[in-house]
């Protein structure tokens, strides 16, 4: 039985259930009764999760303050399994999904969507067919009595849970799970660790590159996304304006227990002020581990833990999924930064007397306290003449802190874009230019973190500029001191402190070492911007791999940036080298390597001396897409953004950069270990012997943004065709002196295929594909049709390929073909 205290927290009777089934090993331990009582301060409340229960899967819950026992709170549903509980915003209802037993909602199957109230216990079906977003989570609460599903479609729907009516939010469905939309309708996150924007007028979600990890999901507020960044941890967050990336918790977290510290299934409070989640004995398997229900505070403001862990279950079967809710206190609960002023007022009106942490500081109807320094307080308020208690508050104060400029980079001719670390005011500030002209920036707005400075009269490039006046939105505002900046250049690399190497494209001579231009060989070629086109050739930089021993060595650091195209399907299981950096024996010190759409590291530190010995996840690229990919590694900080994001990488590698070689070679597209070859083309790259900061990583990607844009134009597209008209094939003696040659055929595009997103010509349409022939003087493999003569081929507009123009193209076909012309690249 169940019924809510006045306050509305949920509180539960003791279970006459039998314990959990036992599928660990050892007995399991007490609970700390004080630290559940003493985290409960925070508001009545409780929590809800998952657990299996001799075979099934049942939803449990308990109360924060630990008083009364575990017990489950779904009654049972014959032949059927509940999953992904989440609790509304004001604590009444329960949302969870029901499934045939047997099933879950990683499977791309569809369950029932149901809605508890949790002060009648009666349950109410919201939607017959519905679907998780891939993990257990399915809905997200966009306020008390209104959220975000996904239908039987894969179409994002927004429901109200009391009148039931909808509205769809995406305008295209998924074909497996779904979207789930955040109550500000701005971002869309899928069961892939993804924080897409979202445009609530056109229903359009921008997939942006994932993260590696999984279970991602929403700040009630729509500032924050976090989500499970590598197997066991780090509990990561991101702040979606600026997309800067931190840990939560990190791996073996020193505030979990050593016996429980391999955590997953995170979710936030709808308050922001406690995070729950599932943690175990370094075991992984999410259906039979032996996983514990935790609770942590944070700094709603900042996602930033306080204190310790709590536990909150010791079963020793599966305990998983959970979600917590927290009450307000009477006084509310203040999260600022020191110093700060804080007033409140008694509940009731009536006259009472004030404590901080048991120590009187005012009597009457009100209070205005000042925290002058960083720490956690409780305030409370007893009526002045009963001496009875009226209510309780909480204040966490952080430390104070002057905002710094972490960046300065051009935005084109006509401004600069100055980075700040935290929010900035511009009241009272000012940009002197080296003359003494002064600009007042008052009338300017800072968006989030940027200013955007408009470059007019002395500040100019190269100019040297003096910024004053800076402030935080602190309460008491923190003055930023004194900076100077000169104004930058227009250029790549816009960073230049620490460059080893900077190669752009091949009319342009390289930075730091002008005379190492890429050297090809082999199945190699410069495509139509300049860069380097490999289909199983390669590139050497000469001078370079020396260079980057020699400086990453002394520094034992290192950044890589680079614009990288990876080959298209089809092709094997086989790892294949981006690029490649090994001393004069053969040692492999770096490679980037390819495995279908996967990426890698091998990297040469105390820990791992061979190079090859661990094999370092790094991320998934789309192949025949372009990406801008930042890499860099200091002892134990390995930093990966793809297109000025982020991304989350589990480091397997913790030691100091062993480069302790004088000589050695840098190559794209080969690795003397590796019988596999690459093929992709690499557009830019830049080689620093430092860690790019945050900031850095973004600018650098920013400015490639255009580069990435134009290369998009030549997306290679899926077509499914039978060839209506073929030339002959040339011979090498025909087209001699060239060991270089194409073909010319003519396809009649078919219907798609089920599964093809990319296919977009017209059914019925006729094209002209041109195919190699020749390279390098050896047969290229021509594709192959199905039984029935049908292809399916992957193309690139054949404009967009450099390499093909000089060469002899065979063409038969009428004069009345297509003109436009597609470059097949399936086997390249």
Excluded at 42 to 68: A, C, N, P, Y
Excluded at 436 to 456: I, K
Excluded at 705 to 724: C, D
Excluded at 774 to 781: L, M, S
Aim: charge should be negative; include cysteine.
């Amino acid at each position: 039985m169940a019924c809510l205290t006045a306050s509305g927290a949920l509180a539960l009777v003791a279970s006459r259930d039998a314990p959990a089934p036992a599928t660990g090993r050892g007995e399991p331990p007490s609970l700390d009764a004080p630290a559940m009582q003493d985290l409960a301060r925070m508001g009545d409340g409780f929590l809800v999760w998952e657990r299996k229960v001799e075979g099934t899967w049942q939803i449990w819950t308990r109360s924060l303050d630990g008083l009364t026992a575990e017990r489950r709170l779904i009654p049972e549903e014959e032949g059927k399994d509940h999953f992904c509980p989440k609790i509304s915003p004001d604590g009444n209802r329960l949302a969870y999904m029901s499934y045939v037993r047997g099933s879950s909602p990683t499977d791309p199957v569809e369950g029932s969507l149901w809605v508890m109230d949790l002060r009648t216990q009666e349950r109410k079906l919201l939607a017959a067919r519905a679907r998780s977003y891939q993990g257990d989570r399915a809905v997200l609460w966009m306020d008390a009595k209104t959220l975000c599903h996904i239908d039987e479609r894969g179409h994002s729907i927004e429901l109200n849970v009391e009148t039931g009516a909808r509205h769809q939010l995406t305008t295209k469905a998924r074909s497996k799970h779904g979207w789930l939309v955040n109550a500000q309708r701005t971002h869309a996150t899928s069961g892939d660790a993804e924080f897409s924007p979202f445009d609530g007028r056109s229903g359009e979600v921008r997939t942006l590159p994932k993260h590696s990890g999984c279970q991602p999901y929403f700040s009630a507020d729509g500032r924050w996304g976090f989500w499970m960044g590598g197997s066991g941890g780090p509990l990561n967050k991101m702040h979606l304006p600026t997309r800067r990336v931190e840990p939560v918790l990190a791996h073996n977290d020193p505030r979990l227990p050593a016996e429980r510290n391999y955590v997953y299934f995170p979710m936030l409070s709808p308050c922001q002020r406690l995070m729950a989640f599932a943690a175990s004995s370094d075991d992984h398997d999410h259906y039979e581990s032996n996983y514990d229900i935790f609770v942590i505070r944070v700094d709603r403001e900042t996602l930033d833990p306080i204190g310790t862990a709590v536990r909150y279950t010791t079963s020793l079967g599966n305990d998983r999924y959970p979600d917590v809710y927290c009450g307000e206190t009477v006084l509310g609960s203040y999260y600022v930064e020191a110093p700060a002023r804080i007033g409140l007022k008694s509940p009731g009106g009536q006259a009472c007397v004030w404590y901080v942490d048991g120590k009187e500081v005012g009597r009457g109807d009100a209070l205005e306290q000042e925290f002058s320094k960083a720490g956690e307080y409780w305030i409370e308020a007893r009526d002045l003449n009963a001496g009875t208690a009226l209510g309780r508050g909480f204040v966490h104060a952080r430390d104070a802190s002057a905002p710094k400029m972490t960046l300065v980079r051009r935005n084109g001719e006509r401004e600069l874009a100055l980075t700040f670390d935290q929010p900035v005011s511009l009241e009272h500030a000012t940009a002197t230019a080296e003359d003494g002209r002064t600009m007042p920036l008052g009338a300017l707005q800072a968006e989030e973190y940027v200013l955007m400075l408009p470059l007019t009269g002395a500040l100019t490039s190269g100019g040297r500029i003096t910024l004053e006046g800076v402030r935080d939105t602190a309460q008491r505002p923190n003055v930023m001191p004194r900076t100077h900046f000169t104004v930058p250049t227009q250029g790549w690399p816009q960073s230049r402190a620490g460059l080893v190497y900077a190669w752009e494209q091949r009319d342009a001579p390289p930075l730091q070492l002008a005379n190492a231009m890429p050297v090809r060989s082999g199945k190699a070629f410069w495509n139509l911007r300049g860069g380097m086109d490999v289909r199983g050739g390669t590139y050497e930089l000469p001078e370079v791999g020396a260079a980057m021993l020699r400086e990453c060595g002394k520094s034992r650091a290192f950044t890589l940036e680079a614009i990288i195209t990876p080959m298209v399907p089809p092709y094997d299981r086989e790892a294949r080298p981006v690029l490649s950096l090994e001393d004069s024996n053969g040692n492999v010190k770096l490679a980037i390597l390819q495995r279908r759409s996967d990426w890698s590291l091998w990297l040469a530190t105390e820990d791992n001396p061979r190079g090859t010995s661990i094999e370092q996840e790094l991320l998934p690229l789309r192949t025949g897409q372009p990406h801008h990919v930042v890499v860099s590694y200091e002892q134990g900080r390995l930093q990966v953004y793809l297109n000025g994001m982020a991304m989350s990488v589990r480091p397997e590698l913790h030691g100091a950069l062993k480069f302790d070689a004088d000589k050695g070679v840098l190559r794209i597209g080969v690795c003397s270990k590796l019988e596999a070859r690459w093929q992709g083309m690499v557009d830019q790259l830049a080689i620093y012997h430092r860690v790019l900061t945050a900031d850095e990583a973004v600018a650098h990607a920013d400015y490639a943004v255009p580069k990435l844009e134009a290369q998009k134009q030549a997306r290679t597209r899926k077509v499914v065709a039978k060839r209506v008209q073929s030339s002959r094939l040339p011979s090498l003696v025909e087209v001699a002196p060239y060991r270089e040659a194409l073909v010319q055929h003519l396809y009649e595009v078919l219907p798609k295929d089920n599964d093809d997103r990319d296919q977009d010509f017209p059914v019925g349409s006729r094209i002209a594909v041109t195919q190699w022939v020749w390279v390098k003087g050896e047969a290229a493999a021509a594709p192959k049709p199905d039984e029935e003569g049908v292809y399916r081929l992957f193309v690139q507009p054949a404009e967009a390929h450099r390499e093909i123009q000089p060469l002899v193209i065979r063409s038969d076909l009428p004069a009345d073909a297509p003109v436009e012309s597609w470059l097949e690249v399936s086997n390249w």
